[in-house]
């Protein structure tokens, strides 16, 4: 179920117009985790190494302290 929620939220991003639904599919697989209210995502300087999906509910970011 939560395969298909987050493989239909990556086609209304055009990032992955010209991804194969297949490749979609096994990425989707792999995403998971989620936050509450409050929670710190990622913090300035992190590695750029994961992407994310937010489903519903608000990001604010902030830029140094």
């Given at each position: 179920?939560?395969?298909?929620?987050?493989?239909?939220?990556?086609?209304?991003?055009?990032?992955?117009?010209?991804?194969d639904r297949d490749e979609m599919k096994k990425s989707a697989i792999s995403?998971?985790?989620?936050y509450q209210a409050g929670d710190k995502v990622i913090n300035e300087g992190d590695m750029g190494n994961k992407f994310y999906i937010v489903l519903e509910g608000i990001l604010v970011a902030y830029k140094g302290n």
């Open positions: 179920k939560k395969r298909t929620l987050y493989t239909e939220a990556m086609k209304k991003v055009n990032i992955f117009d010209n991804v995403l998971k985790g989620s």
